[in-house]
């Protein structure tokens, strides 16, 4: 019978602690250049611009359809002996790009999905008072599909803070490459990785609660 | 906009010519116990004092970079380090792409099993049939790919955690160097013993980039280690970490390759 070895579980608990900011940071960096890319991608798809719609679709459709850490590896380990220059760029960097190409693409479509969800009047009533398309779309409408997308862009947030511990793959120490390496000296690995999947719980936990406030807000103008 | 551009100047005039202390940039696991480990957020080992008594004859700064060991060969193409502190062994095709430092540590290939070897492993032949452990990218694969029987061994390469998936029992065995399977025994609860001799002499060194900069590096870095091998300093590293002085060459002469 194996007997867990609570004192060194609880010692290691400050050490990953250490590295939530760092997992905080790189999610949080991620999270908004992924929203404001995810945006400019909805809305042309909305629009249904030429060429550029096609080129958006097989974006979205190249990052929805292969796995993020195949990508983190293509950007990291690939690209760079194609191109020397991004071999420059740090493996924390890596990461919040890979991030935030791979959750833009899932974004947009919860995005588009959000305005296209926004009333048809909605859209005719803003024409009839002589607004032109970006207008209706910045005052009328993406602050209603905004409601719409919340829940679903929150659930993107929390994924992207699980996803974040990929990043030790391109030599990121955060939370998961701390416990790993922690693991590594003292071989205790069923505890150092049951820490560390404790402080993931309670950080989406944490989250998720937040989540609930805001969705409740925001539909109390809603209920009826 | 004028002071920012003598900045620059200065900068990139002080990159090229031979600072007083440079800095060495160093990649390394960190997961490689007890070469390169950490306990409690502080990285230690072998090579993390082996770096720094080097750092302190030549006066520069070390400073570690910590990435998985696959990643470590291209990261030191692109200039992400200056060299790699991981036990990294001579091997013809690294010594086509980069100019090696003295060899540092002397050791050979072991083979591991579970504790009471009921796989009945007695050396690299009964390998046949059997899963393997090696560390990816790791110099044990090439050494396990070029053994006659290669074809029949189900080589399973890790990025870590190889000493736990065989006492676990998921695979069946494990190759990694004699002398940090010594220490791994020893140290990690883990049931698992020795199986058979080393079966082929390997020596580790520091690789550097093959251009003029890197060649200097290394110059200046194999100086430093005949210092540190002739003061003594290398030996007591190793038998700190290692109980044992395996920084000079087996009295013993194994064929080498």
């Known amino acids: ?224 | 906009m004028f002071k920012s551009l003598i900045a620059a100047l200065a900068l990139s005039a002080a990159s090229i010519a031979p600072a007083a202390a440079d800095t060495i940039r160093v990649g390394m696991s960190g997961g490689y116990f007890p070469f390169t480990f950490v306990e409690q957020d502080v990285l230690q080992g072998f090579e993390v004092d082996f770096l720094n008594a080097i750092g302190e004859v030549t006066g520069d700064d070390i400073e570690f970079v910590t990435m998985s060991f696959s990643g470590q060969i291209g990261a030191l193409e692109s200039n992400r380090i200056d060299t790699i502190a991981n036990q990294l062994t001579i091997t013809p095709e690294r010594e086509a792409k980069f100019v090696f430092s003295q060899p540092y540590v002397y050791d050979g290939a072991q083979i591991v099993v579970r504790r009471g070897n009921e796989v009945g492993i007695g050396g690299p032949d009964d390998l046949s049939g059997k899963s393997v452990a090696v560390n990816l990218g790791s110099n044990f694969e090439e050494l396990l790919r070029e053994l006659p029987n290669s074809a029949d061994i189900d080589i399973r390469t890790y990025e870590s955690n190889i000493e736990q998936d065989v006492a676990i029992g998921r695979v069946d065995a494990f190759v990694m160097d004699r002398v940090s399977t010594g220490q791994v025994i020893a140290k990690s609860p883990a049931p698992l013993e020795q199986a058979g001799e080393p079966f082929s002499e390997i020596r580790n060194a520091l690789p550097f980039r093959n251009d003029e900069a890197g060649n200097a590096l290394r110059d200046k870095v194999d100086a430093a280690i005949t210092t540190l091998k002739e003061n003594g300093k290398l030996a007591e590293i190793s038998e700190k970490w290692l109980d044992a002085d395996v920084t000079q060459p087996a009295a013993e002469t194994v064929p080498a390759e």
Do not use: C
């Open chain 1, 1 to 224: 019978m194996y007997t867990l070895n609570l004192e060194y579980m609880i010692g290691l608990v400050p050490v990953i602690l250490g590295y939530v900011p760092k997992t905080l940071a790189m999610a949080s960096a991620a999270m908004v250049a992924a929203l404001i890319l995810a945006a400019v991608l909805a809305v042309f798809r909305v629009f249904k611009i030429p060429v550029i719609d096609q080129l958006v679709a097989l974006f979205i459709s190249f990052f929805r359809g292969t796995p993020l850490l195949v990508q983190l590896f293509l950007f990291y380990y690939g690209l760079p002996q194609v191109f020397a220059s991004l071999a420059s760029i740090d493996g924390i960097t890596a990461a919040i790009i890979g991030l935030t190409l791979h959750f833009s693409a899932y974004m947009a479509e919860s995005i588009r999905a959000a305005i296209l969800g926004v009333d048809r009047s909605q859209w005719e009533a803003s024409e009839s008072i002589g607004m032109t398309r970006w207008q209706m779309l910045r005052r009328i409408v993406l602050p209603q599909a905004a409601r719409i997308a919340a829940p679903t862009l929150m659930n993107y947030f929390i994924d992207i803070i699980k996803s974040t511990s990929l990043a030790f793959t391109l030599g990121v120490t955060e939370m998961m490459g701390a416990a790993q390496k922690e693991a590594a000296g003292s071989f205790l690995y069923l505890e150092a990785f049951l820490v560390v999947a404790i402080i993931y719980w309670g950080l989406v936990e944490f989250f998720s609660f937040f989540q609930r406030q805001l969705e409740r807000r925001m539909n109390r103008a809603f209920a009826r």
